[in-house]
């Protein structure tokens, strides 16, 4: 249930389970993108999400917005205050104006055939906002000025656009309906360096003038750090460590976010990030496995004797981290670490 | 006095469309010296991949022509060669890694089936010696199980695997240069962090030089000696990596740097874009490429394309190359953190 009535999004023990694709005479498997994460977003808050390919971010986004189909969905979702995971699309429907997505490629997410002013003008118009079409034709003006694109290009084409200016389009038509919540999904991440930092700015500028809310989701941790007020660090399909972004980045505590970060480059040729690495041996399982215990101790430099078989909970202090490092304080912690510890590369 | 390994001079490199003419590479030249690893930055369609596709002669002409300089490699200008005379070099002598490792390797061929082809070529390695040169790769690059898993299908392998059998494969005739374009862009950072070790570790077992084209200014502090910086098919800027972070005088560069944003460091309220677009290719301004988007540009910048201008010699300590007429001004903006920078 929603904590206070500031709570735009409240997820509660979400798992996202895709059947795969059935051998003949094997049981049905299960491939668990998500699998049981919980997080609630605030009014005018960003809540930034990070993990690498397969964790189960991008499910994450979409079972957010009830885009998911032939999938088994357990858990509840909230939004706005009224529960939407049981929702059929019709009855979707109004709730897709609290929530909107702007999508990952700028290339493929805009109709090629329709002109940028009436791809914006369109969940206008299907939500009769705005009076009649002069009111939306202003509005359509307003938004493109607002996301910095000249109005005079409202009658052309996407592709007579660059991708961070087409971005800019798929954010100001997500903006179309004034919803309080857009889920961004790896929105920056195929754009240029110096054209990313204009579009976060943007987001960031938004905001602050609308109040909106964002899930952001990236696998940049540096852009995820930029832009959101608290982060959750994702692995395979669980969240393993959720904290104000600050607290996060300066003092993680999650093995596996210590990794992540380590692992990051850093633009400073005077930093040697190699003196402190921890290399993961190893990559991201398959996601099919039920675990009995943490799904990372197999790869964790600092897995105790009881990891593999001990299911970790997501501690539920002000600095979230499933791991049982911290779980339980009569537990040994000089419990040695086991052989397949990664190791530090010097 | 060490002598580079590859010279390139006054590359240009133009492809004609039915739109018109994309100037893709103007007037690069650098030089790439035995055993170290250039960086190449620049933005999509800064001709960054287009130069290094020339120097190995992957270019299609047409659309692609090459318009003037010359690529010097073991005293023969590479733009002269046949396509067959070029076989002998490249891939021997001169080895490449794609960015997507996913479309590299050939889906319908194994691992095995690729990787013996190179050495069987270029070495004259039997079947059966090539096979065993394979597994040795494989193990080389951190395949776990090489010898079973050499006989599977590239579907087969993660992409992290994928882009360590593109290495070895690149590695198996241990070449004087390595091109590796954007190889870790489409992996996971702690992935990235993997293959970037393995390049470090096979250029120190190795001796190769290595040209490293990236946008991540992260990797190019990571794994760079020295960097040059395109921009609209240009070179605005080259000098080794701790005078690049430290002291850029570009301010295309400069403005790179800002706009990256950092884990490691307490966020800024915004970041420090570059306002406009890359420039269109078709239609480049007469004077400097990024004068449009310069917060320092003046009416000299528009007149004509600011020369290259030199401090120190090459490939010693603190030598700077860099193409701004406004440079002295922006190193002393340069020093200054980038809150108290003059907006545009």
């Known amino acids: 249930m929603p904590n206070s009535e500031n709570t735009i ?12 694709k059935r051998k003949f005479g094997q049981p049905q498997r299960w491939i668990r993108a998500v699998d049981g994460i919980d997080f609630d977003v605030q009014e005018g808050e960003t809540l930034g999400l990070v993990g690498e390919s397969g964790c189960g971010k991008s499910t994450t986004a979409r079972a957010i ?95 007579e656009f660059s991708g961070g200016q087409r971005q800019r389009i798929g954010i100001a038509r997500a903006l179309a309906v004034q919803p309080k919540l857009i889920v961004c999904d790896e929105a920056v991440s195929a754009l240029d360096v110096s054209i990313q930092a204009q579009v976060i700015n943007l987001l960031m500028d938004l905001q602050q003038k609308l109040g909106v809310s964002y ?34 980045y300066d003092s993680p505590q999650h093995p596996y976010t210590i990794a992540l970060l380590s692992a990051a480059p850093v633009p400073d040729p005077t930093v040697d990030v190699r003196a402190n690495r921890i290399t993961l041996t190893g990559e991201v399982p398959s996601p ?59 | 006095m060490v002598q580079p390994i590859l010279q390139v001079k006054n590359l240009e490199v133009e492809f004609v469309t039915d739109d018109g003419i994309v100037r893709a590479v103007n007037d690069i030249s650098f030089d790439l010296y035995p055993g170290e690893t250039l960086g190449i930055v620049g ?61 590299a390797l050939n889906p319908f061929l194994t691992i095995q089936d690729q990787l013996i082809e190179v050495s069987m070529l270029h ?6 010696a090539a096979i065993q040169h394979a597994v040795e790769l494989l193990e080389l690059v951190g395949i776990p199980a090489a010898a079973s898993r050499i006989t599977e299908y590239p579907h087969q392998f993660s992409g992290g695997m994928r882009q360590r059998v593109m ?12 091109i590796a374009d954007e190889p870790t862009t489409a992996l996971d950072v702690t992935i990235q962090a993997q293959i970037l070790d393995l390049l470090k570790a096979m250029q120190d077992k190795c001796g190769m030089a290595i040209i490293f084209i990236t946008h991540d200014l992260g990797v190019v502090a990571s794994i760079c000696d020295r960097v040059l910086v395109m921009y609209g098919g240009r070179k605005v800027e080259q ?73 120190g010699s090459e490939f010693s300590e603190g030598s700077h190359v860099f193409a701004c007429i406004h440079a002295d001004q922006i190193q002393q903006a340069g020093s200054t953190s980038p809150e108290e920078l003059p907006h545009a």
Not at chain 2, 167 to 178: G, N
């Open chain 2, 239 to 311: 000098t080794d990596t701790k005078t690049l972070f430290a002291a850029a005088r570009h301010p295309y560069t400069l403005g790179l740097l800002h706009s990256a944003p950092r884990w490691d460091q307490p966020q800024l309220t915004r970041l420090q874009s570059i306002e406009g677009q890359p420039p269109d290719m078709m239609n480049l301004p007469a004077g400097c490429a990024f004068a449009p988007r310069c917060q320092w540009k003046t009416d000299e910048c528009l007149a004509a394309v600011p020369e290259l201008v030199s401090i």
């Open chain 1, 288 to 346: 099919d496995i039920e675990y009995v215990g943490c799904s990372f101790a197999a790869r964790c430099p600092q897995v105790l004797g009881h990891c593999a078989s001990t299911m970790p909970q997501l501690s539920t202090t002000d600095h979230q981290v499933s791991c049982l490092l911290y779980e339980d304080d009569n537990i040994d912690k000089s419990d040695p670490p086991t052989s397949n510890s990664a190791k530090v590369v010097v």
């Open chain 2, 123 to 128: 070495l004259g390695h039997t079947r059966a």
């Open chain 1, 215 to 248: 899930v952001f989701i990236a696998h940049d941790l540096a852009v995820v750090r930029h832009i959101a007020h608290r982060v959750g660090v994702m692995y395979l399909g669980k969240i393993v460590e959720l904290a104000d972004s600050k607290e996060l």
């Open chain 1, 65 to 159: 917005l009830n885009l998911i189909h032939r999938a088994k969905v357990e858990g509840t979702i909230h939004l706005n205050g009224t529960r939407i995971d049981n929702l059929s699309d019709r009855a979707m429907i109004p709730h897709r104006l609290t929530a909107q997505m702007v999508f990952q490629d700028p290339f493929a997410s805009l109709n090629p055939r329709m002109m940028v002013g009436n791809i914006i003008r369109e969940p206008m118009g299907n939500y009769k906002l705005f009076g009649d079409e002069t009111g939306r034709r202003l509005e359509v003006i307003r938004l493109l000025e607002l996301v910095g694109i000249n109005p005079q290009y409202m009658n052309r084409y996407p592709h």
């Open chain 1, 9 to 20: 999004l409240s997820v509660n023990n979400l798992k996202v389970h895709f059947p795969s």
């Open chain 2, 43 to 103: 933005e999509s369609g800064s001709g960054k991949s287009v130069a290094n596709l020339t120097i190995l002669g992957l270019i299609p002409q047409p659309p692609g022509h090459v318009k003037g300089g010359e690529v010097l490699f073991a005293e023969q200008d590479l733009l002269k060669l046949s396509q067959r005379q070029f076989q002998t070099i490249r891939g021997k002598r001169i080895a490449m890694i794609f960015q997507d490792p996913m479309t």
């Open chain 2, 167 to 178: 290495i070895a494969m690149a590695l198996s005739c241990e070449p004087d240069i390595l």
